[in-house]
């Protein structure tokens, strides 16, 4: 017998960031070191919504367990990512049989655009339906971290707060709002579409070196708690300032850690400064940087266009992404093969 299941999962961006994993924990968990937060994103440009299609089926006809990723088998590293998160499930349902995994991605994959956590959700969400597991979205959550922290947060739409937890069962995200329910646009400033050169893996494992990372994951924690209520207050100016400032602290980490992580080009930093530029000419908007060389900006949605605009004007920028808060990632009837 062989069943299917497809399901789409948006990536998201994080507004208080996981950067390291707690040390108290075994590391395949991804029990990160701080409560993070984050928007789950949809994108408005061409068609490029930001998301992950994933299909899987389970078969005892299949010989082996196989991944496919936009056309490339996956091998390695990336298989055993999958199998983190397929493994412990098929063992939760009591079953044997192999699978097959086909899935894509809409947008460039690893290029600070988040794939992972969208991969991994839609993941996870794919094969908790196929193997008939009753499962909340806060239980799929915790199958999803597995694969990558930040797809814990991938599994819910709108506006994210996943809890750090203490073990696999206490670490999971739960949605703060809906995607309709706080005003807030971003803009993609697109100025490497590459791989990145360092995967975030590496630094989560260094992240402890850096001589500010206590300073960080404490700030973060606070930082956390305030942003939710900024978030449920509407209080766009305050979400956007406390984005910006958790961005720099993470990246003070990255820069001092050993071996320090540089994941700024020179367009990120000339980005960076024309904020202030945009900011004092009225157009407010506040930055984000993952781990890569793209900007976030955020902004009212009124004035989603003009930055766009102005961000298109900027050297370096090849090109701009519209974002909107995304609604919860699900399953679907269409599948990949
Ligand atoms: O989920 P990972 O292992 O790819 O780590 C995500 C790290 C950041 O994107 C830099 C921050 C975050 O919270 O999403």
């Avoid at 590496?202 to 850096?210: D, E, I, P």
């Avoid at 000419?281 to 009212?300: K, Q």
Wanted: proline share 4%; net charge neutral; glycine share 6%.
């Amino acid at each position: 017998m062989t069943v299917k299941t497809s399901a789409i999962a948006h990536s998201n961006i994080a507004l208080i960031k996981y950067w390291g994993r707690s040390r108290d924990h075994d590391p395949n968990l991804n029990i990160p070191s701080n409560d993070s937060v984050s928007m789950t994103k949809y994108g408005l440009t061409d068609d490029i919504h930001l998301q992950t299609h994933t299909t899987i089926a389970f078969s005892d006809n299949y010989q082996e367990d196989t991944a496919n990723l936009d056309g490339a088998v996956l091998t390695g590293r990336n298989m055993d990512r999958i199998l983190r998160v397929v493994d412990p499930l098929r063992k939760h349902a009591g079953v044997d049989a192999k699978f097959k995994m086909m899935s894509s991605n809409d947008f460039p994959t690893q290029a600070g655009l988040a794939s992972s956590s969208s991969g991994f959700a839609a993941l996870a969400i794919a094969t908790v339906h196929a193997l008939g597991i009753d499962f909340t979205k806060e239980d799929i959550s915790k199958y999803a971290r597995l694969g990558s922290g930040s797809a814990a947060r991938s599994i819910h739409g709108g506006f994210v707060y996943w809890n750090k937890g203490s073990s696999h069962e206490t670490s999971f995200a739960q949605q703060i709002c809906g995607p309709d329910e706080f005003d807030i646009n971003a803009v993609i400033a697109i100025v490497h579409e590459g791989t990145k050169e360092v995967t975030s893996d590496v630094g989560h494992k260094s992240a402890h070196t850096s001589p500010f990372d206590g300073v960080r994951i404490r700030k973060s924690q606070e930082q956390a708690k305030e942003i939710r209520k900024a978030i449920l207050d509407h209080d766009f100016a305050k979400v956007g300032k406390i984005a910006e400032e958790n961005c720099k602290y993470m990246h003070a980490v990255m820069m001092t850690s050993t071996p320090p992580l540089f994941y700024w080009s020179p367009e990120t930093l000339r980005l960076i400064r024309s904020t202030q530029e945009m900011r004092r000419e009225g157009l407010e908007c506040y930055f984000t940087i993952d781990a890569g060389p793209n900007v976030h900006y955020f902004c009212r949605p009124e004035d989603t266009l003009e930055l766009q605009k102005t961000l298109e004007k900027i050297e370096g920028v090849r090109k701009t992404i519209l974002v909107k808060p995304a609604n919860d990632s699900q399953v679907i009837k269409k599948h990949l093969f």
